[in-house]
């Protein structure tokens, strides 16, 4: 069995080790391989030889166009500062990026936020802690939601009403997250936690983002209770009925960083004979007669065409767009249909002793206008961010703030820089300030985000060795990108096995 991998980003690597791990199928291998359009007689007997996949060889070839590995996790380490130009962290509720760092042997190297996590929304003028036991959208305790300045007296008495409205969501029909909150709750909180909030993480509009593909648990709360506070009021009760829940921050890092994992990976990849190559475009792909995968490979040393029985696309959205669109012109047409948000992230280095207290905070949201999203104060939320004397920040400035960012470097700088400062009422500017700009590579589940995974899943049903993984479809976070690499993985080897 030879595999391509296209992309060399946490979802191609974490795909290439599930193939040289050769594990057994994953759970629901069976019900996947007949979703993702398998007929069901080849997907028995793909599902038969699963089970020995660990007896199979396989060979893995991963091919990356940039000169480095990692695409979106990328770790800067220099001078006694850490920083990270993509994500920084992840969540430890989905389990998957544990796991794959606890096979590579780094547990030892996770670590938790420092101190107590202290976060506030800059809310009606200023910063205000985030109320106690707030979910993402909604509180699970009442009390701190009740007394909380950051939505205004009305606010709260037109979320109230939520309790009495009936149910507002129709079977079928997928809406956004803003609209539906709206109508249950308000705009208030839309604006000042539902946007802020879960907008952060999308590097998009709550008015835009599909309700049945990023949050359907407000789906199932609203079939179940009819009221969404209620059912909030209710999880909360009982999770604290099951007991502390230990770390009171649910996100993780690594002490070096996310470039670590990449690192570990790659040489663990390595050590085990699949082959990496950086600089390496993949031009075209082409099927072959037994199913498989003709490809043409670009460097600077020309081009190459390989064979292959498999093949996994973790290669964003445009890149995997457009090597399907000759092989799948439908699955490449709904790829092309997800929109992409762009995002810059500016990392500003202040001097300690431009605070008259040190900065305890690990940052806040913005729910007013402002020329960014939000802040994480790096040096205080984590261990070994900055050298002592210095503090680092990350700013975030999302694409759908407008003409800010896209505005040039300079005026940027200046923007962000004078924002932070006088928010944290710093004596001076920072000394430093880096900027990553990530331009439209970000897809945005927006309403039909889940037709057009279906739309991909059937039109790549006549290739079932061929499979498109990581954040185009099926979740953004790191952990949904190492789970969907592995699956899909396992997914491309048995629709190749199914065929032979
Ligand atoms: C600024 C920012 C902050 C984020 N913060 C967080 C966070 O804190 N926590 C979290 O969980 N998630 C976060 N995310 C999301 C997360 O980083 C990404 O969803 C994830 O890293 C995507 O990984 P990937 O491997 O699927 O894609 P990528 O990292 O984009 O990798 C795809 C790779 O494919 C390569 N490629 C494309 N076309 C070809 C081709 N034809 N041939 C060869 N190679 C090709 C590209 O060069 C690229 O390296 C953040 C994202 C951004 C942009």
């Given at each position: 069995m030879r595999?391509?991998?296209?992309?060399?980003?946490?979802?191609?690597?974490?795909?290439?080790?599930?193939?040289?791990?050769?594990?057994?199928?994953?759970?629901?291998?069976?019900?996947?391989?007949?979703?993702?359009?398998?007929?069901?007689?080849?997907?028995?007997?793909?599902?038969?030889?699963?089970?020995?996949?660990?007896?199979?060889?396989?060979?893995?070839?991963?091919?990356?166009?940039?000169?480095?590995?990692?695409?979106?996790l990328r770790t800067e380490i220099s001078n006694g500062l850490l920083i990270e130009h993509g994500p920084d962290s992840f969540v430890a509720y989905r389990p998957a990026a544990l796991k794959l760092i606890d096979e590579l042997g780094l547990t030892d190297q996770v670590i938790s936020i420092s101190g107590t996590r202290t976060v506030y929304l800059r809310s009606r003028g200023r910063l205000r802690p985030l109320p106690a036991g707030m979910g993402m959208v909604l509180p699970t305790k009442l009390w701190p939601f009740v007394t909380t300045g950051i939505l205004?007296?009305?606010d709260k008495l037109r979320a109230g009403l939520d309790l009495a409205l009936p149910r507002k969501l129709r079977a079928g029909q997928d809406v956004t997250i803003g609209g539906f909150l709206r109508s249950r709750l308000g705009n208030g909180i839309v604006q000042r936690f539902a946007d802020p909030m879960v907008g952060g993480i999308y590097g998009a509009s709550v008015n835009e983002l599909s309700l049945d593909a990023v949050l359907p648990s407000l789906r199932a709360d609203e079939d179940a209770h009819r009221s969404l506070m209620?059912?909030?009021?209710?999880?909360?009760?009982?999770?604290?009925?099951?007991?502390?829940?230990?770390?009171?921050?649910?996100?993780?890092?690594?002490?070096?960083?996310?470039?670590?994992?990449?690192t570990a990976l790659a040489d663990q990849l390595t050590a085990g004979g699949a082959q990496i190559f950086t600089g390496t475009e993949v031009l075209s792909l082409t099927p072959t007669a037994t199913g498989g995968v003709s490809a043409k490979l670009g460097s600077g040393e020309g081009v190459a065409t390989q064979i292959f029985d498999a093949v996994v696309l973790a290669c964003g959205v445009d890149g995997s767009a457009k090597l399907l669109a000759s092989a799948a012109p439908a699955a490449a047409s709904a790829l092309s249909e997800i929109p992409l948000a762009s995002s810059n992230v500016l990392s500003l280095?202040?001097?300690?002793?431009?605070?008259?207290?040190?900065?305890?905070?690990?940052?806040?949201?913005?729910?007013?206008?402002?020329?960014?999203?939000?802040?994480?104060?790096?040096s205080a939320k984590w261990a070994g961010r900055a050298p002592g004397g210095k503090v680092l920040i990350r700013a975030f400035v999302p694409g759908r703030l407008g003409a800010i960012a896209a505005a040039p470097d300079d005026e940027?700088?200046?923007?962000?820089?004078?924002?932070?400062?006088?928010?944290?009422?710093?004596?001076?500017?920072?000394d430093q300030v880096k900027i990553s700009r990530w331009d439209s590579v970000m897809p945005k589940y927006t309403v039909g985000q889940l037709e057009r995974v279906a739309t991909v899943e059937s039109a790549l049903a006549e290739l079932p060795a061929w499979r498109v993984a990581g954040s185009p479809l099926r979740g953004v976070g790191v952990p949904d990108c190492v789970a969907d690499g592995r699956r899909q993985a396992e997914l491309a080897l048995a629709g190749a096995r199914s065929q032979q």
């Open positions: 595999l391509l991998v296209v992309g060399g980003g946490i979802t191609g690597l974490a795909a290439a080790w599930q193939a040289q791990r050769g594990t057994a199928a994953p759970a629901g291998g069976r019900a996947e391989l007949e979703q993702a359009g398998v007929d069901q007689a080849n997907a028995k007997q793909a599902n038969a030889k699963q089970a020995s996949l660990e007896q199979v060889s396989v060979e893995v070839v991963v091919v990356e166009a940039a000169d480095h590995l990692g695409g979106k205004s007296p009305l209620l059912a909030s009021l209710a999880a909360g009760r009982k999770a604290r009925a099951a007991g502390p829940r230990g770390a009171n921050s649910p996100f993780r890092t690594l002490r070096d960083g996310l470039g670590s994992l990449i280095i202040y001097a300690e002793d431009a605070f008259a207290e040190p900065l305890t905070t690990h940052g806040w949201l913005e729910a007013d206008g402002a020329p960014i999203s939000g802040v994480t104060v790096s940027l700088i200046k923007a962000v820089s004078e924002h932070v400062t006088s928010v944290l009422k710093a004596s001076k500017g920072p």
